[in-house]
Protein backbone atom coordinates (compact mmCIF):
# COMPACT_ATOMS: atom_id res chain seq x y z
CA UNK A 1 0.00 0.00 0.00
CA UNK A 2 1.36 3.33 -0.96
CA UNK A 3 0.75 6.56 0.96
CA UNK A 4 -0.68 10.09 0.09
CA UNK A 5 1.33 12.99 1.24
CA UNK A 6 0.42 16.03 0.82
CA UNK A 7 3.18 18.84 0.55
CA UNK A 8 2.62 22.42 0.93
CA UNK A 9 4.06 25.75 1.12
CA UNK A 10 2.27 27.56 3.99
CA UNK A 11 1.97 30.78 5.95
CA UNK A 12 1.79 30.80 9.27
CA UNK A 13 -1.91 31.63 9.11
CA UNK A 14 -2.43 28.50 6.75
CA UNK A 15 -2.87 30.07 3.79
CA UNK A 16 -1.41 27.94 0.73
CA UNK A 17 -2.58 29.90 -2.32
CA UNK A 18 -0.22 31.50 -5.03
CA UNK A 19 3.04 30.87 -3.35
CA UNK A 20 5.10 30.29 -6.80
CA UNK A 21 5.15 32.84 -8.64
CA UNK A 22 3.25 36.49 -9.35
CA UNK A 23 0.56 35.36 -11.95
CA UNK A 24 -0.40 31.79 -10.10
CA UNK A 25 -3.20 32.45 -8.50
CA UNK A 26 -5.31 35.69 -8.04
CA UNK A 27 -9.05 33.87 -7.34
CA UNK A 28 -11.17 35.29 -5.00
CA UNK A 29 -9.34 39.10 -5.25
CA UNK A 30 -5.73 36.82 -4.07
CA UNK A 31 -2.93 39.78 -5.01
CA UNK A 32 -0.30 37.92 -2.79
CA UNK A 33 0.59 35.10 -5.07
CA UNK A 34 4.37 34.89 -5.14
CA UNK A 35 4.76 35.35 -1.33
CA UNK A 36 7.53 32.55 -0.98
CA UNK A 37 10.27 34.45 -3.44
CA UNK A 38 11.73 36.81 -0.85
CA UNK A 39 12.39 34.45 1.78
CA UNK A 40 13.52 32.01 -0.59
CA UNK A 41 17.70 30.84 -0.13
CA UNK A 42 20.27 28.27 -0.88
CA UNK A 43 19.26 26.39 1.68
CA UNK A 44 15.22 25.98 1.43
CA UNK A 45 16.00 24.95 -2.57
CA UNK A 46 18.66 21.96 -1.22
CA UNK A 47 15.82 20.94 1.29
CA UNK A 48 13.02 21.06 -1.66
CA UNK A 49 15.22 19.34 -3.70
CA UNK A 50 15.22 16.65 -0.94
CA UNK A 51 11.94 16.27 -1.44
CA UNK A 52 11.15 16.40 -4.91
CA UNK A 53 14.02 13.68 -5.84
CA UNK A 54 11.95 10.65 -3.89
CA UNK A 55 10.52 8.04 -5.81
CA UNK A 56 7.09 9.84 -6.95
CA UNK A 57 3.60 9.87 -8.63
CA UNK A 58 1.46 12.76 -8.49
CA UNK A 59 -2.15 13.63 -7.32
CA UNK A 60 -2.90 17.11 -8.75
CA UNK A 61 -6.29 19.04 -8.66
CA UNK A 62 -7.19 20.79 -11.71
CA UNK A 63 -6.50 24.64 -11.19
CA UNK A 64 -2.81 22.80 -10.12
CA UNK A 65 -2.53 20.80 -12.92
CA UNK A 66 -3.03 23.71 -15.68
CA UNK A 67 -0.55 25.36 -14.26
CA UNK A 68 2.12 22.61 -13.84
CA UNK A 69 1.43 21.65 -17.63
CA UNK A 70 2.45 25.01 -19.09
CA UNK A 71 5.51 24.94 -17.17
CA UNK A 72 7.10 21.26 -15.98
CA UNK A 73 6.98 19.52 -19.19
CA UNK A 74 10.06 21.93 -20.64
CA UNK A 75 11.57 21.92 -17.48
CA UNK A 76 12.28 18.90 -16.93
CA UNK A 77 15.96 19.23 -15.91
CA UNK A 78 14.99 21.32 -12.83
CA UNK A 79 12.67 18.01 -11.67
CA UNK A 80 14.18 15.31 -12.76
CA UNK A 81 11.43 12.67 -13.41
CA UNK A 82 8.41 14.82 -13.64
CA UNK A 83 7.61 13.47 -16.71
CA UNK A 84 8.12 10.07 -16.46
CA UNK A 85 5.66 9.87 -12.81
CA UNK A 86 2.38 9.13 -13.32
CA UNK A 87 0.27 12.31 -12.81
CA UNK A 88 -3.34 11.66 -11.39
CA UNK A 89 -5.93 14.54 -11.67
CA UNK A 90 -8.59 15.19 -10.42
CA UNK A 91 -11.27 17.32 -12.62
CA UNK A 92 -15.38 17.12 -13.82
CA UNK A 93 -14.18 18.38 -17.20
CA UNK A 94 -10.83 17.50 -18.46
CA UNK A 95 -9.86 14.17 -19.94
CA UNK A 96 -6.85 14.36 -21.76
CA UNK A 97 -3.41 16.01 -21.91
CA UNK A 98 -0.22 16.22 -24.21
CA UNK A 99 1.89 15.68 -20.91
CA UNK A 100 2.81 11.99 -20.47
CA UNK A 101 1.43 9.81 -18.35
CA UNK A 102 -1.36 11.60 -17.30
CA UNK A 103 -4.33 10.11 -15.70
CA UNK A 104 -7.59 12.10 -15.38
CA UNK A 105 -10.25 11.05 -12.57
CA UNK A 106 -13.40 12.54 -13.60
CA UNK A 107 -16.11 10.08 -11.52
CA UNK A 108 -15.95 8.11 -8.39
CA UNK A 109 -13.13 9.89 -6.92
CA UNK A 110 -12.48 8.64 -3.47
CA UNK A 111 -13.06 5.27 -4.53
CA UNK A 112 -10.53 5.61 -7.42
CA UNK A 113 -7.73 7.51 -4.78
CA UNK A 114 -8.44 4.47 -2.80
CA UNK A 115 -7.79 2.20 -5.13
CA UNK A 116 -4.22 3.77 -6.53
CA UNK A 117 -3.39 3.98 -2.88
CA UNK A 118 -3.85 -0.10 -2.53
CA UNK A 119 -1.59 -0.49 -5.86
CA UNK A 120 1.89 -1.30 -6.03
CA UNK A 121 4.09 1.90 -6.99
CA UNK A 122 5.51 5.10 -5.56
CA UNK A 123 4.34 7.13 -2.42
CA UNK A 124 1.60 9.54 -4.36
CA UNK A 125 2.99 13.60 -3.56
CA UNK A 126 0.41 15.98 -3.95
CA UNK A 127 1.04 20.00 -4.11
CA UNK A 128 -0.90 22.78 -4.04
CA UNK A 129 -4.61 21.73 -5.11
CA UNK A 130 -5.99 23.34 -2.51
CA UNK A 131 -9.34 22.00 -3.05
CA UNK A 132 -8.77 18.29 -3.41
CA UNK A 133 -6.87 18.24 -0.40
CA UNK A 134 -9.72 19.08 1.35
CA UNK A 135 -11.58 16.08 -0.15
CA UNK A 136 -8.44 13.98 0.87
CA UNK A 137 -8.69 14.94 4.73
CA UNK A 138 -12.41 14.67 4.44
CA UNK A 139 -11.96 11.27 3.81
CA UNK A 140 -9.49 10.09 5.63
CA UNK A 141 -7.02 9.57 2.52
CA UNK A 142 -3.58 11.85 4.12
CA UNK A 143 -0.57 9.69 5.22
CA UNK A 144 1.67 12.42 5.88
CA UNK A 145 2.15 16.24 5.90
CA UNK A 146 5.70 17.91 4.68
CA UNK A 147 4.80 21.61 5.26
CA UNK A 148 7.05 24.09 4.57
CA UNK A 149 5.64 26.85 7.37
CA UNK A 150 7.43 30.30 5.65
CA UNK A 151 7.27 33.76 8.39
CA UNK A 152 4.52 35.85 7.15
CA UNK A 153 0.82 36.11 7.60
CA UNK A 154 -1.58 37.12 4.60
CA UNK A 155 -5.05 37.60 6.01
CA UNK A 156 -7.22 35.87 3.10
CA UNK A 157 -6.45 33.29 0.69
CA UNK A 158 -7.06 29.21 0.36
CA UNK A 159 -6.08 27.56 3.62
CA UNK A 160 -4.63 23.97 4.15
CA UNK A 161 -7.30 23.25 6.89
CA UNK A 162 -10.73 24.49 5.89
CA UNK A 163 -13.74 22.57 6.54
CA UNK A 164 -14.02 18.89 6.51
CA UNK A 165 -10.63 18.14 8.13
CA UNK A 166 -10.55 15.20 10.60
CA UNK A 167 -9.23 14.90 13.69
CA UNK A 168 -5.96 13.10 14.09
CA UNK A 169 -2.61 12.76 15.97
CA UNK A 170 0.47 13.74 14.01
CA UNK A 171 4.16 12.93 14.58
CA UNK A 172 6.82 14.76 13.47
CA UNK A 173 9.57 12.85 12.10
CA UNK A 174 11.97 15.52 10.70
CA UNK A 175 12.66 18.85 10.73
CA UNK A 176 14.88 22.20 9.46
CA UNK A 177 14.78 25.93 9.85
CA UNK A 178 16.24 28.00 7.21
CA UNK A 179 18.25 31.27 7.90
CA UNK A 180 15.39 32.87 6.30
CA UNK A 181 12.92 31.16 9.19
CA UNK A 182 11.19 28.83 6.39
CA UNK A 183 10.20 25.54 9.30
CA UNK A 184 10.30 22.21 6.83
CA UNK A 185 8.78 19.74 9.21
CA UNK A 186 7.40 16.17 7.99
CA UNK A 187 4.66 14.59 9.90
CA UNK A 188 3.14 10.75 9.84
CA UNK A 189 -0.28 10.05 10.60
CA UNK A 190 -0.51 9.04 14.90
CA UNK A 191 -3.09 7.76 15.80
CA UNK A 192 -6.47 9.36 17.25
CA UNK A 193 -7.23 12.60 19.16
CA UNK A 194 -6.08 12.02 23.33
CA UNK A 195 -7.69 14.28 25.58
CA UNK A 196 -6.69 15.00 29.51
CA UNK A 197 -6.45 17.42 31.75
CA UNK A 198 -3.00 19.31 32.63
CA UNK A 199 -2.24 18.47 36.46
CA UNK A 200 -2.84 14.48 34.90
Known sequence: ???????????LDGVIQGPGGRKEDSEGGF?????T??????????????QMNKPFDLLL??????????????HAEMWPGVNEAHKYVVSSTLKESTWQNTVFINDNVVEELKK???????????????????TL??????????LKTYPLTLGKGKKLFAEG???????????????????????VRDGEVKTGDINE
Do not use: C, H
Open 1 to 11: MRKIIVLEFMS
Open 31 to 35: DFSGW
Open 37 to 50: APLDSDESGKLMLE
Open 61 to 74: GRKTFDIWVNFWPS
Open 116 to 134: LKNEVGPDIQVYGSANLVQ
Open 137 to 146: FKNDLVDELW
Open 165 to 187: TQPFNFKLVKSNVTPTGIIFANY
